[in-house]
C-alpha cells in the first residue's frame, strides 16, 4: 500500500533561521505530491505540489519544496522561518482512490518557532 | 469564491448518541471528502461522495454514513458514538474527483468530543 513518512514529528527552530521538513513516500507510479500546513484548531492549507516538470517547486509564504526520486523524499524547505510559521505540516502522496482515498498522509511535523 | 463551510465548529456528545456534521462545498466543486484527524495523527479518509453517489470508503465502520446533496453539500452520520470517535472532522472539495492531482479544499472542521 502506499504510505507517506514523516520522521520528525516535533521540530523547534529560531526564528530567522532556515528549515527543512522531512517526508518520504512508497508509491508505485509516479507520485502527485503535497503539502499541507494546519494552524492550531484549523483545516489544512495546501502550501505546493508537485506532478511531473521542474523537481523544485515553490509555494505560498515562502516554501519551496524538492522531489528526488532516487530517495523517495519530497521534503519542504524555507530560507528563513518567521514566528508565524509555528503550526503542523503535513505531506500527502497523491493517491488513485480506494480505501486510501485520494490523498494519503503522513502523521505530520510539528513545528516550533523559538524568538 | 466562498471556500468549504463545515458546522458545527465543536460538539460534544455522549457515547451510544448519534451525531450529524455538516458541509458546504467550495463553489464550482462537486466533489466531497470527509476525513477524520485524532489528535497526534494525519488526517484518515472516511468517504468521498461524487455527484450525490458515494465514489470510494476507507476502513471505517458502517455506523459511519453520509449524504450528498444536489448543491453538492454533503453531511457525516456517526451512530453509536464511541470514545475513540472523539476526533477533528475534515470536509474537503475537490473538481471531479481530482484531489490526487489538484489537492483538497479542506474546511477547518469540527471537533467532536466523545464523554
Known amino acids: 500500500a502506499q504510505s507517506v513518512t514523516q520522521p520528525d514529528i516535533h521540530i523547534t527552530v529560531s526564528e530567522g533561521a532556515s528549515l527543512e521538513l522531512r517526508c518520504n513516500y512508497s508509491y508505485g507510479a509516479t507520485p502527485y505530491l503535497f503539502w499541507y500546513v494546519q494552524s492550531p484548531g484549523q483545516g489544512l492549507q495546501l502550501l505546493l505540489k508537485y506532478f511531473s516538470g521542474d523537481t523544485l517547486v515553490q509555494g505560498i509564504k515562502g516554501f519551496e519544496a524538492e522531489f528526488k526520486r532516487s530517495q523517495s523524499s519530497f521534503n519542504l524547505r524555507k530560507p528563513s522561518v518567521h514566528w508565524s510559521d509555528a503550526a503542523e505540516y503535513f505531506c500527502a502522496v497523491g493517491s488513485y482512490g480506494g480505501s486510501q482515498g485520494n490523498l494519503i498522509f503522513g502523521k505530520g511535523t510539528k513545528l516550533s518557532v523559538k524568538p | ?115
Open chain 2, 1 to 115: 469564491e466562498t471556500g468549504v463551510t463545515q458546522s458545527p465548529t465543536h460538539l460534544i456528545k455522549t457515547r451510544g448518541q448519534q451525531v450529524t456534521l455538516r458541509c458546504s462545498s467550495q463553489s464550482g466543486h462537486n466533489t466531497v471528502s470527509w476525513y477524520q484527524q485524532a489528535l497526534g495523527q494525519g488526517p484518515q479518509f472516511i468517504f468521498q461522495y461524487y455527484r450525490e453517489e458515494e465514489n470510494g470508503r476507507g476502513n471505517f465502520p458502517p455506523r459511519f454514513s453520509g449524504l450528498q446533496f444536489p448543491n453538492y453539500s454533503s453531511e457525516l452520520n456517526v451512530n453509536a458514538l464511541e470514545l475513540d470517535d472523539s476526533a477533528l472532522y475534515l470536509c474537503a472539495s475537490s473538481l471531479d474527483g481530482g484531489a490526487q492531482f489538484h489537492g483538497y479544499t479542506f474546511g477547518s472542521g469540527t471537533r467532536l468530543t466523545v464523554v
